[in-house]
């Protein structure tokens, strides 16, 4: 499964940006994509995830300013941030969860990950 990612780059703090996330590889089926981050010196933490039915997921952190929604047909993954300040500055990264064609086991993939930097 490859992941393609890109949105991210500089804004100031109360702007917004846009994230994508395309996956391809055939014969894998997607349960769950997100989004986490990892901020210099800090670990990595989760954003917004999102199962195939719909269900998401927010770290409290985002609540109310972050949307992440999928397209199914494009398995594509999106996170909309909103009101964005200092503390968003991170490194983006794309996961997807699945399992491929007759098999029963979950594999996890990670993109790249996208810079996302908000100057005060």
């Known amino acids: 499964v490859q992941l393609v990612e890109s949105g991210g780059g500089l804004v100031q703090a109360g702007g917004s940006l846009r994230l994508s996330c395309a996956a391809s590889?055939?014969?894998?089926?997607?349960?769950?994509m997100g989004w986490y981050r990892q901020a210099p010196g800090k670990q990595r933490e989760v954003v917004a995830t999102?199962?195939?039915?719909?269900?998401?997921n927010y770290a409290d952190s985002v609540k109310g300013r972050f949307t992440i929604s999928r397209d199914n047909a494009k398995n594509t993954v999106y996170l909309q941030m909103n009101s964005l300040n200092t503390a968003a500055t991170a490194v983006y990264s794309c996961?997807?969860?699945?399992?491929?064609?007759?098999?029963?086991?979950?594999?996890?993939?990670w993109g790249p990950g996208t810079p996302v930097t908000v100057s005060s």
């Open positions: 999102v199962t195939i039915g719909g269900n998401t």
């Open positions: 996961t997807v969860v699945g399992t491929w064609y007759a098999s029963a086991a979950l594999y996890v993939y």
């Open positions: 590889g055939s014969d894998f089926s997607i349960n769950a």
